[in-house]
């Protein structure tokens, strides 16, 4: 990491080939639709009177760009000219790459703003990420601007996959699946959690994963009833459920899974629970479809798990959006007013959690039809008795 990009702001303008309908090809299974998502975006600023928004999360920035470094703010306007994309100069050779076809400064100063904003008069920030002293700074800059919050737009757009997007996702999905199969066919009594978490994170990694999607939650016994539980030195024992929560990232998309497994045939009370959340999440993938309510796809999981005796043991909500982000938009909760679109891809993940006992925790990534869903993580679901 260097520090030496202080000079003024040199805006390179686009190369001739990568403008308009050619964008140059960006990293594999990033913004290919870049431009197409950039016009979006711009149909909602224009509905919320936002002149130009200041886009700095950087998943918003790779999904309107496909830029891929760590360091980049993309300018979008709403009539559509003089948007700019600006990193520092450790990136000025992959922005030319990966952003050929927009204007760039090479600068970490914000120096290029007032121009590229040209008397437009409001611009929008994204609120729920820019720290107030940035926000402070930028309002401090743009005297005539007026610096308005502006929240959520790429991520309501990000919430709706392309082909892509689909087709990366599936990808994750898969190569965490083959990875589960390497872990169940060498698991053996003895491991430790952190042991199976590890064994399974390389096993993603060995066949094609970029990382894990997040840290591996490996629950074993009474550990299970946390649902975040983090591997410990615990042994595996005969008879105790092992809820496993795992991922893979993969060209930037994520993919998020959750089995249970035994070593020997769990007593009858675990059991139980296992089949109890085993039964709840299939009642949420029934409620999938374009145009369910999320809340819908919530309750259907927590009517069954209250109509046994357990609701207050289900203590979080039922799913969230993946994609660039392990979650993002929509989220499947009690509480959540949104609508499922057909190509959202979602997770399903009722579970239910008894302290001092254990837990079990069933989990899907399914991307959104017409119908009902595509089941993207393939790995059976019948609790894994090895
Ligand atoms: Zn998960
Ligand atoms: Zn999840």
């Known amino acids: 990491m260097t520090m030496n990009d202080i000079d003024a702001p040199e805006i390179f303008q686009p190369d001739a080939e990568g403008n308009g309908d050619a964008p140059a090809r960006a990293a594999a299974g990033s913004a290919v639709n870049a431009p197409q998502r950039r016009a979006a975006l711009r149909e909602r600023l224009a509905a919320a009177a936002i002149a130009a928004l200041l886009v700095t999360d950087l998943r918003n920035v790779r999904y309107l760009t496909g830029f891929t470094g760590t360091a980049g703010r993309l300018l979008v306007t709403a009539d559509g000219h003089g948007d700019v994309f600006a990193t520092d100069g450790r990136y000025a050779t992959q922005a030319a790459e990966q952003v050929a076809d ?4 090479i600068t970490r100063a914000d120096d290029w703003l007032p121009d590229a904003l040209a ?4 611009l929008g920030l994204e609120s729920h990420v820019v720290p107030w002293a940035v926000a402070e700074q930028l309002r ?4 005539d601007v007026e610096v308005v919050p502006a929240a959520g737009h790429v991520e309501a757009l990000r919430a709706v996959k392309d082909a892509g997007e689909l087709a990366a996702i599936g990808r994750a999905c898969a190569v965490a699946d083959a990875a589960f199969a390497v872990l169940l066919a060498d698991l053996r009594p003895g491991w430790t ?3 199976a978490a590890r064994h399974l994170e390389r096993a993603m990694e060995d066949r094609g994963a970029d990382a894990r999607a997040f840290e591996t939650i490996v629950a074993s016994g ?5 649902p975040h539980h983090r ?3 615990r042994r595996l024992r005969r008879g105790e459920l092992v809820t496993i929560d795992f991922g893979a990232r993969l060209d930037g998309y994520h993919s998020d899974c959750t089995r249970v497994l035994s070593l020997g045939e769990p007593d009858g009370d675990a059991r139980a629970l296992f089949e109890l959340a085993l039964a709840a999440q299939q009642a949420g993938l029934d409620a999938v479809a374009d145009g369910a309510a999320t809340a819908d796809v919530d309750a259907a999981c927590r009517d069954l798990i209250s109509a046994a005796g357990r609701g207050e043991e289900f203590t979080h909500g039922t799913g969230h959006g993946i994609g660039l982000d392990v979650h993002e938009d929509p989220r499947l909760a009690a509480d959540a007013a949104g609508t499922l679109r057909a190509a959202m891809v979602v997770t399903v993940e009722p579970g239910v959690y008894v302290p001092g006992l254990g837990g079990a925790r069933v989990e899907d990534t399914v991307a959104v039809t017409g119908a009902g869903s595509d089941i993207l993580t393939a790995t059976p679901k019948p609790l894994a008795v090895l």
């Open 140 to 143: 401090a800059l743009l005297t």
């Open 102 to 105: 927009l204007p760039r400064a």
């Open 119 to 122: 008397g437009r008069d409001r």
């Open 193 to 195: 959690e952190r042991h």
């Open 231 to 233: 591997p410990t030195d």
């Open 222 to 226: 009474p550990n299970g009833a946390r």
